[in-house]
């Protein structure tokens, strides 16, 4: 059984900073596609940051120079460290993993983050 738990969530200034964690069993984090997304009530849910299995990371705009996607492989563990947050980024964020397009998509049952002074 495959599960992904997201830690880390919580309530924080604006400029200040979190580091989330999704930790993985049943998949190998560094096999898979990792990403996190985001989703605040009435909207559809966005990607935050992706890592690939060759380590290659991408952001969405609004995070990018801000957030840092990275994965510990002997922990089977990938993190998001976010830096300088703002109330945009109050969120429920979510971690997700996939082998490949074709291959089944896993989540994790997400962690709030909230950003407010």
């Known amino acids: 059984q495959v599960q992904l738990v997201e830690s880390g969530g919580g309530m924080v200034q604006p400029g200040g900073s979190l580091l989330l964690s999704c930790t993985a069993s049943?998949?190998?984090?560094?096999?898979?596609?990792m990403t996190w997304y985001r989703q605040t009530p009435g909207k559809q849910r966005e990607l935050v940051a992706t890592?690939?299995?060759?380590?290659?990371?991408n952001y969405a705009d609004s995070v990018e120079d801000r957030f840092t996607i990275s994965r510990v492989n002997a922990e089977n563990t990938v993190y998001l460290q976010m830096t300088n947050l703002r109330p945009e980024d109050t969120a429920v964020y979510y971690c997700?993993?996939?082998?490949?397009?074709?291959?089944?998509?896993?989540w994790g049952q997400g962690t709030q983050v909230t950003v407010s002074s």
């Open positions: 997700h993993g996939r082998r490949h397009m074709l291959s089944p998509a896993y």
């Open positions: 049943g998949i190998v984090v560094s096999s898979h596609h």
């Open positions: 890592i690939t299995p060759d380590g290659n990371t």
